[in-house]
């Protein structure tokens, strides 16, 4: 392709410098430009790197028996009625009515449309296991966009669906889809960490995220370099550390002035925070009827509540903080809570750390006072006892006791074993060798275009500007063309050789200076860059340079599809 076809324009400097590198070399390069908050529209070159992602998803999906379908984005709602969906997810999910006043949605994701694909398709055990995906546009509202393709409103997603007769299926096909997304990351080149995650609002049993660690991601990832454990923080968990064993003391109250922190209680108490009980208030609304329930969540005062574990126990669609009046109601003092009193007021959800230490210090309900000699049981019952605790760097690993440590990442795809959640709700069964009506168990395997192709640009730049894989770039090729018009005639014979031999290349025939034709290239990120020019040619050939060399040389003219090849296959293809 030659440059000035290109239809978008290099810029010097973004007009306000993204957040992430990756991102303002996107936008620089004329990959892609913002059209609205987290909605984007792909240029010529960014839509070639994202089909070379689509053609390694077709690729190795179809590899491990996938087929191809497509799937409307609008749906009607009841498909997400049936599934408890529609109530359950909030305002991510976009609602619609038509000119007949039906309900509508633009699709998040298409478990539901499967499961009644399934329905009216599969009535023998015979036609089991199946495979299906798709790569179609999705829409979730979400309301904070950030780090360009990283967090969207409107994305790309390869989704696909299997379907089996039972678990023992189910986790062959999630095995297998497991190992093609290895595949899909070592061939886009992006280092990636599969990590056990919560299933949120998709369901099931289970759930891996493939994460690309870097600074930028949004998650928080719990690792063990002793034993190899990995997880989300969502759902990790750390060993308990040893409580003391000592008996139970009397409840003494304690003045507290203006204490309202478990950081200024412990200065003026002179304890440890692991002495004192956090208590932490949450309205929860209900997964199956949407009605709220106050909650009281108690940790011990040098953790942290993990949301995630706290809805997960309550079986809770939404989380939100209670309102001091919400508090005051339950018959607690905000600054100065505990669970002492609450009775049937609220649910009392207590950690077992909490549970395992004795004599803590917690608020006595009223304005400046604190009790010391808390313990559970003795002095107020919890309604269950369960992990609501987020794991922290330094906490012993709950398999083999070495210290934890945290890291960031961005979630670049997401497989999931649904079991028969969306199958029984939507009707789709088949008969087994008896003839005895079984439902469908299904698994989900997603992977977003854009998200991968941001967190690609994240990984492979320079001060300069973008270097991509060969696997990932637009061109294989960069050709620029320097000076009078021998040297756009030899460069016009490179390209229509190369081109003629298979390769992918862009041809910078704009006429522009050294300068600006070299800055355009080091932007842009192409592999390979060949020049023509007066001088090349005085040297007796064609400039190669590679994107990450720091040095160029002269090949001979009819030595240069070679020194291409040679260049190719070893990072990585061989054409």
Same mark, same amino acid.
């Given at each position: 392709?030659?440059?000035?076809?290109?239809?978008?324009?290099?810029?010097?400097?973004?007009?306000?410098?993204?957040?992430?590198?990756?991102?303002?070399?996107?936008?620089?390069?004329?990959?892609?430009?913002?059209?609205?908050?987290?909605?984007?529209?792909?240029?010529?070159?960014?839509?070639?790197?994202?089909?070379?992602?689509?053609?390694?998803?077709?690729?190795?999906?179809?590899?491990?028996?996938?087929?191809?379908?497509?799937?409307?984005?609008?749906?009607?709602?009841?498909?997400?009625?049936?599934?408890?969906?529609?109530?359950?997810?909030?305002?991510?999910?976009?609602?619609?009515?038509?000119?007949?006043?039906?309900?509508?949605?633009?699709?998040?994701?298409?478990?539901?449309?499967?499961?009644?694909?399934?329905?009216?398709?599969?009535?023998?055990?015979?036609?089991?296991?199946?495979?299906?995906?798709?790569?179609?546009?999705?829409?979730?509202?979400?309301?904070?966009?950030?780090?360009?393709?990283?967090?969207?409103?409107?994305?790309?997603?390869?989704?696909?669906?299997?379907?089996?007769?039972?678990?023992?299926?189910?986790?062959?096909?999630?095995?297998?889809?497991?190992?093609?997304?290895?595949?899909?990351?070592?061939?886009?080149?992006?280092?990636?960490?599969?990590?056990?995650?919560?299933?949120?609002?998709?369901?099931?049993?289970?759930?891996?995220?493939?994460?690309?660690?870097?600074?930028?991601?949004?998650?928080?990832?719990?690792?063990?370099?002793?034993?190899?454990?990995?997880?989300?923080?969502?759902?990790?968990?750390?060993?308990?550390?040893?409580?003391?064993?000592?008996?139970?003391?009397?409840?003494?109250?304690?003045?507290?002035?203006?204490?309202?922190?478990?950081?200024?209680?412990?200065?003026?108490?002179?304890?440890?925070?692991?002495?004192?009980?956090?208590?932490?208030?949450?309205?929860?609304?209900?997964?199956?009827?949407?009605?709220?329930?106050?909650?009281?969540?108690?940790?011990?005062?040098?953790?942290?509540?993990?949301?995630?574990?706290?809805?997960?126990?309550?079986?809770?669609?939404?989380?939100?903080?209670?309102?001091?009046?919400?508090?005051?109601?339950?018959?607690?003092?905000?600054?100065?809570?505990?669970?002492?009193?609450?009775?049937?007021?609220?649910?009392?959800?207590?950690?077992?750390?909490?549970?395992?230490?004795?004599?803590?210090?917690?608020?006595?309900?009223?304005?400046?006072?604190?009790?010391?000699?808390?313990?559970?049981?003795?002095?107020?019952?919890?309604?269950?006892?369960?992990?609501?605790?987020?794991?922290?760097?330094?906490?012993?690993?709950?398999?083999?006791?070495?210290?934890?440590?945290?890291?960031?990442?961005?979630?670049?795809?997401?497989?999931?074993?649904?079991?028969?959640?969306?199958?029984?709700?939507?009707?789709?069964?088949?008969?087994?060798?008896?003839?005895?009506?079984?439902?469908?168990?299904?698994?989900?395997?997603?992977?977003?275009?854009?998200? #991968?192709? !941001?967190?690609?640009? /994240?990984?492979?730049? =320079? @001060?300069? $500007?973008?270097?991509?894989? +060969?696997?990932? *770039?637009?061109?294989?090729?960069?050709?620029?063309?320097?000076?009078?018009?021998?040297?756009?005639?030899?460069?016009?014979?490179?390209?229509?050789? #190369?081109? !003629?031999?298979?390769? /992918?290349?862009?041809? =910078? @025939?704009? $006429?522009?200076?050294?300068? +600006?034709?070299? *800055?355009?290239?080091?932007?842009?990120?192409?592999?390979?860059?060949?020049?023509?020019?007066?001088?090349?040619?005085?040297?007796?050939?064609?400039?190669?340079?590679?994107?990450?060399?720091?040095?160029?040389?002269?090949?001979?003219?009819?030595?240069?599809?070679?020194?291409?090849?040679?260049?190719?296959?070893?990072?990585?293809?061989?054409?």
């Amino acid at each position: 392709m030659r440059m000035t076809q290109l239809f978008g324009s290099t810029l010097r400097a973004s007009k306000a410098p993204p957040e992430v590198a990756g991102h303002e070399f996107l936008l620089r390069g004329a990959f892609i430009r913002q059209v609205s908050t987290g909605i984007f529209a792909f240029l010529p070159l960014g839509l070639r790197v994202a089909r070379k992602i689509e053609s390694i998803l077709r690729e190795e999906i179809e590899g491990v028996g996938g087929v191809e379908l497509s799937l409307p984005v609008v749906l009607p709602a009841d498909l997400w009625r049936k599934s408890g969906r529609y109530d359950a997810v909030g305002p991510e999910l976009v609602r619609l009515k038509d000119r007949r006043d039906r309900d509508l949605v633009l699709a998040m994701t298409h478990e539901e449309v499967v499961a009644s694909l399934a329905a009216a398709e599969v009535q023998s055990w015979r036609q089991l296991p199946r495979l299906v995906y798709q790569i179609q546009t999705k829409f979730r509202d979400d309301p904070r966009p950030r780090a360009g393709l990283v967090r969207t409103r409107e994305f790309t997603m390869k989704d696909a669906y299997s379907l089996d007769r039972d678990d023992v299926g189910l986790v062959a096909q999630y095995e297998r889809v497991f190992d093609a997304y290895v595949r899909i990351y070592q061939r886009c080149g992006l280092p990636t960490l599969a990590v056990t995650a919560d299933v949120g609002m998709m369901g099931g049993s289970a759930a891996h995220e493939f994460m690309y660690l870097t600074p930028i991601g949004e998650d928080t990832l719990v690792l063990c370099d002793g034993c190899g454990y990995s997880q989300n923080r969502q759902v990790a968990q750390a060993a308990a550390p040893e409580s003391p064993a000592e008996s139970a003391e009397e409840l003494q109250r304690v003045h507290t002035p203006s204490t309202t922190t478990i950081d200024s209680l412990v200065a003026l108490l002179g304890i440890g925070p692991e002495r004192t009980a956090k208590i932490v208030f949450q309205m929860a609304t209900s997964a199956s009827d949407g009605s709220e329930l106050p909650v009281v969540a108690v940790v011990r005062g040098d953790k942290t509540v993990n949301e995630t574990k706290l809805a997960n126990a309550l079986r809770a669609s939404e989380l939100r903080p209670m309102t001091t009046d919400e508090i005051l109601a339950i018959g607690c003092v905000p600054g100065y809570a505990s669970p002492i009193g609450v009775g049937d007021r609220a649910t009392i959800l207590v950690d077992p750390l909490v549970a395992a230490s004795p004599n803590l210090v917690a608020g006595a309900n009223e304005q400046d006072w604190h009790l010391t000699g808390v313990n559970l049981g003795r002095d107020y019952q919890p309604d269950l006892v369960t992990d609501i605790t987020a794991a922290e760097d330094g906490d012993p690993c709950v398999v083999c006791g070495l210290p934890l440590r945290t890291e960031r990442g961005v979630e670049v795809g997401n497989i999931f074993q649904l079991g028969t959640k969306y199958s029984e709700a939507l009707g789709a069964s088949y008969l087994d060798e008896n003839g005895t009506e079984q439902p469908i168990v299904m698994g989900s395997y997603g992977i977003g275009v854009g998200r #991968l192709l !941001a967190c690609v640009a /994240e990984e492979y730049h =320079d @001060d300069l $500007g973008l270097c991509w894989p +060969v696997s990932m *770039a637009p061109f294989e090729v960069h050709l620029c063309s320097i000076g009078g018009e021998e040297s756009q005639l030899v460069a016009q014979a490179v390209y229509d050789v #190369l081109r !003629a031999e298979g390769l /992918e290349v862009l041809f =910078d @025939d704009r $006429g522009e200076r050294a300068g +600006v034709q070299f *800055a355009d290239a080091d932007l842009l990120g192409m592999p390979i860059r060949l020049t023509v020019s007066p001088r090349s040619l005085k040297a007796g050939g064609i400039e190669v340079k590679l994107r990450t060399a720091s040095a160029a040389a002269v090949v001979d003219r009819n030595d240069v599809l070679g020194w291409v090849r040679v260049e190719l296959e070893r990072l990585g293809v061989a054409p």
